[in-house]
């Protein structure tokens, strides 16, 4: 993988790819890109952190597994994160200050290199900003056991394998949809969580 941070930080720096990426990873039954350009009155302002972090053989996300009879995305594997508070200074803060609380990853160490494309959530009525962020070391992680379950320390050259793209078909509202999701060590990575990884493996197979 010929791409360093400094590379990256000028990439997010340019043109996007945005909602093409991002619907990708989209399941079929998911309101289109209107939604998060034109967001309900009241949804609310969210942000999380996809960190890179060097490791001894390579690159790696990490991302957590939420708890049971945590809200509508009990039980996925989501990104750090969490609602923008008024005692916030900026979504950068907000990024890491939810990193920080629920995976004990240290702010000092985070070099936050730009943001992504926002992605509006319907189920939490989320209007979510992705930060990207990079680390020379693995995070000392401390996960907090309310909200999370398990961290999964999720390998980039797994995700940047297209074969570990894949599709099932499920039942919503009476009706079979077809839903994407990253096939990882037996993990299933979808939803808002897939369509924002799907915009970062974008812009990076458009470095390799």
């Known amino acids: 993988m010929n791409f360093s941070p400094d590379i990256l930080h000028d990439s997010l720096n340019r043109s996007l790819p945005g909602a093409d990426a991002q619907y990708e990873m989209a399941p079929d039954h998911r309101a289109g890109p209107e939604a998060t350009f034109h967001p309900p009155a009241d949804a609310r302002v969210a942000a999380v952190l996809i960190l890179i972090y060097e490791h001894v053989d390579g690159l790696y996300i990490p991302m957590m597994q ?45 070099r936050i290199l730009g943001q992504l494309s926002r992605l509006y959530v319907p189920p939490s009525n989320y209007l979510v ?78 470095l390799t």
Request: negative net charge.
């Open 66 to 110: 939420r708890p049971p009879n945590t809200g509508p995305h009990s039980r996925q594997i989501s990104f750090p994160g969490g609602a923008f508070e008024n005692t916030d200074p900026d979504l950068i803060y907000t990024a890491l200050r939810e990193s920080a609380e629920e995976m004990g990853i240290e702010p000092e160490r985070v």
């Open 129 to 206: 900003y992705p930060f990207l962020g990079w680390s020379r070391e693995r995070p000392n992680f401390r996960p907090d056991p309310v909200e999370v379950e398990e961290v999964l320390e999720i390998s980039l050259t797994d995700l940047l394998d297209r074969s570990n793209r894949q599709k099932e078909e499920r039942l919503h509202k009476g009706s079979s949809i077809q839903v994407p999701y990253f096939a990882i060590n037996g993990r299933k990575i979808w939803g808002a969580s897939a369509m924002m990884m799907s915009e970062l493996l974008a812009i990076l197979e458009n």
